[in-house]
């Protein structure tokens, strides 16, 4: 499978990667290839500059130049980028809006899982915005946008799993619960890195990219509220670079 391309210019490439890839290369030969991998022929070697659970989809930045690597590795590190996601939650958070800030380690005992660790664990916090919640038998279901302000390891999955409602799909942290069909088969994880803006490496120029979920279960269900959701996020181009170019001759 071949990630769908948004972007593409000399400097960086944009994806929207399905669930299932892995975001930076696999740690072992029974992984399969990662985004940079499957997009060698086409761009010549990339670099992913930022990481996507496997299981999540949505958008990827990977740098083409060296140049291009450094300056979007400050621009993520320093939280210059503003990354937006949306999640499917069982059940509906206990407010319409809110902000969490909970320190996350590694657990030991139960890897690659992270956990809440109030002594010892690196500051992590998150937003989220209610955007609708549906009956949906056996449980709830919520459509909600999150902005993560921090860049844990699967900080948004335990944030939301801590509040009481995990994610569809999250077999690490609790949301197996909501089946995608009668015969019991569980929904992939309802998250989606839907939309990315920061300054282009080069140009400086303020950019912006949007993608929807994939159209499946239990997305399929918010439809009109995502179509909305995305009409309210920015999306630019660069203007100065935008003709997509393939790996240099």
């Known amino acids: 499978m071949k990630p769908r391309i948004v972007f593409a210019d000399a400097d960086l490439v944009v ?6 890839i892995p975001s930076v290369p696999a740690r072992t030969p029974l992984d ?16 992913a500059v930022h990481r ?10 990977l740098a083409r130049t060296r140049a291009a690597r450094v300056a979007l590795g ?8 503003v990354k937006r996601y949306l999640a499917v939650v069982v059940g509906r958070p206990p407010e319409d809006r809110g902000e969490l800030h909970l320190p996350l380690a590694a657990d030991p005992a139960r890897p690659p899982r992270q956990r809440v660790d109030l002594l010892s664990g690196k500051r992590a916090a998150t937003r989220w915005d209610v955007v609708i919640a549906t009956p949906d038998a056996p449980a709830t279901l919520s459509l909600v946008a999150v902005a993560p302000l921090t860049g844990r390891s699967h900080q948004i999955r335990v944030h939301l799993a801590w509040i009481g409602c995990p ?6 942290y609790g949301g197996t619960g909501w089946s995608r069909s ?3 088969e569980t929904a992939p994880l309802a998250l989606h890195a839907v939309a990315l803006e920061l300054s282009h490496p080069r140009t400086g120029e303020r950019v912006a990219f949007a993608t929807p979920p994939p159209h499946r ?7 009109m509220a995502i179509t909305t959701a995305l ?3 920015p999306s630019r181009s660069p203007s100065a670079s935008s003709e997509r170019t393939g790996p240099d001759p």
């Open 15 to 20: 994806v929207d990667k399905p669930a299932g």
């Open 74 to 81: 400050r621009r993520f590190e320093s939280g210059e980028v």
């Open 182 to 184: 009668p015969e019991g």
């Open 52 to 61: 996507l659970d496997r299981d999540t989809s949505g958008l990827l930045m």
């Open 231 to 233: 009409a309210a996020w």
């Open 167 to 172: 994610i569809v799909g999250d077999r690490l």
């Open 32 to 47: 399969p290839p990662a985004v940079a991998e499957r997009l060698l022929a086409e761009f010549g070697p990339l670099e």
């Open 217 to 223: 279960p239990p997305w399929d269900r918010f439809t």
